[in-house]
């Protein structure tokens, strides 16, 4: 299995997107549909949350093989809002441990007539290879895969930054902190870019860097003060301990000292600035508790967003294989 496939693979035919599996290829027009169909689902806690039927009758299956709160619940109830039966599968427990490979469990939940695998997996490659197995009417969504891609992490992200700042074009947006063991800083980099972002900044320590030609475009910063500089959106990662090795194992206290986002070195970015973190925050190492709970960070909207953002992608990709399945059975009579 390779790393970062799927560009050509998630479109059927007419190019339309069947499965999501990764941002990459992904047009502006494209990115900027799946966003503004996502701020139509959008309802802030108190409000009663968007519902439709788009996914009525349908399938999906959760199969998460790493841990996850927010992206598994999320997916849950997008899934549910838009009017699907949903299952969730904790892989961890699961035949695979028996022995059973992954596509032995993917075809056994297919004869059960699941239409959408949602996956993440600590391995790459996984979302792309079932991509290639499944009958042509069913779609995978890549919810994490390894260190590789995250695409509705990077489309909530994006979206987040919308809402709060608008046009990305006058945008400075600082990714900081354990970027090499991270999809989320891949794949909110790749649509920040696609969508055409003012100024990128990746801001970590030599060793946590990205791989030299990724994110092409983006300025690569090794001080968190020079980094931040004057930026509107400030992004901090969780240090990936499961993805280092022994001899790479990070000193959290030396890393806080250095890297920690705190109040005191937030004032380096834009008085206005946005904080952001993924999730799950190892708070007091890569951000202090008085910043992630502050005045500056969109933390919860962020998840919020999420269950937008995930079902806009559900709709989308449903509605385009039942297009594809029309014209199929047009062309069979
Ligand atoms: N929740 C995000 C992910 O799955 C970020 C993280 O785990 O640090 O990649």
């Given at each position: 299995?390779?790393?970062?496939?799927?560009?050509?693979?998630?479109?059927?035919?007419?190019?339309?997107?069947?499965?999501?599996?990764?941002?990459?290829?992904?047009?502006r027009d494209?990115?900027?549909?799946?966003?503004d169909?996502?701020?139509?689902y959008?309802r802030?806690?108190g409000?009663?949350?968007?519902r439709?039927?788009?996914?009525?009758?349908?399938?999906v299956?959760?199969?998460?093989f790493?841990?996850?709160?927010?992206t598994?619940?999320?997916?849950?109830?997008?899934?549910k809002?838009?009017?699907?039966?949903?299952?969730?599968?904790?892989?961890?427990?699961?035949s695979?441990?028996?022995g059973?490979?992954v596509?032995d469990t993917?075809?056994?939940l297919q004869?059960?007539?699941?239409d959408?695998?949602?996956m993440?997996?600590?391995?790459p490659g996984?979302?792309?290879?079932?991509a290639?197995?499944?009958a042509p009417h069913?779609s995978?969504?890549?919810?994490?895969?390894?260190h590789?891609?995250?695409?509705?992490?990077?489309l909530?992200?994006?979206l987040?930054i919308r809402q709060r700042?608008?046009?990305?074009?006058?945008?400075?947006v600082?990714?900081?902190?354990?970027?090499?063991?991270?999809r989320?800083?891949?794949s909110?980099?790749r649509?920040?870019?696609t969508?055409g972002?003012?100024?990128?900044?990746?801001?970590?320590?030599?060793s946590?860097?990205?791989?030299?030609h990724?994110?092409?475009?983006?300025s690569r910063?090794?001080?968190?003060?020079e980094?931040?500089k004057?930026?509107d959106?400030?992004m901090t990662l969780?240090?990936?301990?499961?993805?280092?090795s022994?001899?790479?194992?990070l000193?959290?206290?030396?890393?806080?000292?250095?890297?920690?986002?705190?109040a005191e070195?937030?004032?380096h970015a834009?008085?206005d600035?946005?904080?952001?973190?993924?999730?799950?925050m190892?708070?007091?190492?890569?951000i202090?508790?008085?910043?992630?709970?502050?005045?500056?960070?969109?933390i919860?909207?962020?998840?919020?967003?999420?269950?937008a953002?995930?079902?806009?992608v559900?709709?989308?990709i449903?509605?385009n294989?039942?297009e594809?399945?029309?014209?199929a059975?047009r062309?069979?009579?």
């Amino acid at each position: 299995m390779t790393t970062d496939t799927g560009a050509e693979l998630q479109r059927d035919h007419a190019g339309r997107l069947r499965h999501l599996l990764t941002l990459e290829g992904l047009s502006r027009d494209e990115l900027t549909h799946l966003l503004d169909l996502a701020q139509f689902y959008v309802r802030v806690p108190g409000e009663v949350p968007a519902r439709d039927q788009g996914l009525w009758g349908r399938t999906v299956a959760n199969l998460f093989f790493e841990p996850s709160t927010r992206t598994r619940v999320s997916f849950e109830l997008a899934a549910k809002r838009l009017g699907a039966d949903v299952v969730n599968l904790d892989m961890q427990s699961s035949s695979r441990v028996k022995g059973e490979t992954v596509l032995d469990t993917i075809y056994t939940l297919q004869a059960m007539l699941v239409d959408v695998f949602v996956m993440r997996d600590a391995e790459p490659g996984l979302p792309a290879y079932v991509a290639a197995h499944v009958a042509p009417h069913v779609s995978v969504v890549n919810a994490g895969e390894a260190h590789v891609s995250h695409p509705t992490q990077g489309l909530l992200d994006v979206l987040t930054i919308r809402q709060r700042k608008g046009d990305l074009g006058n945008l400075s947006v600082a990714i900081v902190g354990d970027l090499s063991h991270s999809r989320v800083a891949r794949s909110t980099g790749r649509a920040l870019l696609t969508l055409g972002v003012g100024d990128l900044r990746l801001v970590s320590p030599p060793s946590l860097m990205l791989e030299p030609h990724a994110l092409a475009g983006a300025s690569r910063h090794h001080s968190l003060a020079e980094g931040i500089k004057g930026a509107d959106v400030v992004m901090t990662l969780r240090i990936q301990h499961e993805r280092m090795s022994a001899e790479d194992k990070l000193d959290a206290a030396a890393f806080y000292r250095e890297w920690g986002l705190s109040a005191e070195n937030l004032k380096h970015a834009r008085p206005d600035a946005i904080v952001m973190h993924p999730g799950p925050m190892n708070r007091g190492v890569e951000i202090t508790s008085d910043v992630a709970d502050g005045p500056h960070s969109v933390i919860r909207q962020q998840v919020t967003n999420g269950v937008a953002v995930r079902m806009a992608v559900l709709s989308t990709i449903v509605r385009n294989v039942q297009e594809r399945n029309v014209e199929a059975g047009r062309r069979a009579v």
